[in-house]
């Protein structure tokens, strides 16, 4: 009789999430790579261009990133004037970044470009076979954290790939609704 974990693969499971992870990034690197930049640097242009005008803390907490790498990176796109903060006075503490018209562009760019790196993993995959694997996928998500819904719904936490949909024909499709709907359907 088969295993339980021979069904799941056991540890090929983590790989292949790593495998697909590290692809993406490296796409999006390489098509960075004239400008100087690198994934690191598009997750924050990305994160802006959905929700501009954030504070280094309140961004850091959209990606769920360390504050000192957000400073960091910030600081090399300032550099590269793909981003301006409001302050007026230099020596202030609190202020908030934006994209610069430049910034905006290139992260409409990198979002179209992510879509279809994304897309092609996809290539020859029917729509039912990925509504099917979407909803695995986040059964899975939901089985190793328990807590995912409140996560995604904190006023403390603002989970940048929360605000990411997907376009499913007449359907926008956003986690937190697909778990809550899949949990009113089990009541």
């Given at each position: 009789?088969?295993?339980?974990?021979?069904?799941?693969?056991?540890?090929?499971?983590?790989?292949?999430?790593?495998?697909?992870?590290?692809?993406?990034?490296?796409?999006?690197?390489?098509?960075?790579?004239?400008?100087?930049?690198?994934?690191?640097?598009?997750?924050?242009?990305?994160?802006?261009?959905?929700?501009?005008?954030?504070?280094?803390?309140?961004?850091?907490?959209?990606?769920?990133?360390?504050?000192?790498?957000?400073?960091?990176?910030?600081?090399?796109?300032?550099?590269?004037?793909?981003?301006?903060?409001?302050?007026?006075?230099?020596?202030?503490?609190?202020?908030?970044?934006?994209?610069?018209?430049?910034?905006?562009?290139?992260?409409?760019?990198?979002?179209?470009?992510?879509?279809?790196v994304v897309n092609e993993c996809f290539k020859g995959i029917s729509d039912e076979e990925i509504l099917f694997m979407r909803n695995i996928m986040i059964r899975l998500l939901e089985n190793i954290d328990?807590?995912?819904?409140?996560?995604?719904?904190?006023?403390?936490?603002?989970?940048?790939?929360?605000?990411?949909?997907?376009?499913?024909?007449?359907?926008?499709?956003?986690?937190?609704?697909?778990?809550?709907?899949?949990?009113?359907?089990?009541?």
């Amino acid at each position: 009789m088969t295993q339980r974990e021979d069904i799941y693969w056991n540890t090929f499971l983590p790989a292949f999430f790593t495998r697909i992870s590290d692809i993406i990034k490296n796409r999006i690197t390489a098509e960075l790579e004239p400008l100087g930049l690198t994934n690191a640097h598009a997750i924050y242009i990305m994160a802006l261009t959905l929700k501009d005008g954030q504070t280094m803390v309140g961004l850091s907490q959209f990606l769920d990133l360390d504050t000192s790498n957000t400073n960091h990176v910030i600081k090399v796109l300032r550099e590269k004037n793909l981003v301006c903060d409001d302050r007026v006075d230099q020596s202030k503490k609190k202020f908030r970044i934006f994209l610069t018209p430049e910034g905006r562009l290139l992260g409409l760019y990198l979002m179209d470009f992510q879509t279809n790196v994304v897309n092609e993993c996809f290539k020859g995959i029917s729509d039912e076979e990925i509504l099917f694997m979407r909803n695995i996928m986040i059964r899975l998500l939901e089985n190793i954290d328990p807590d995912l819904e409140n996560y995604m719904q904190s006023r403390y936490q603002d989970p940048f790939y929360t605000y990411l949909h997907v376009d499913l024909g007449d359907e926008k499709f956003h986690v937190v609704n697909h778990i809550r709907r899949r949990h009113k359907d089990e009541e």
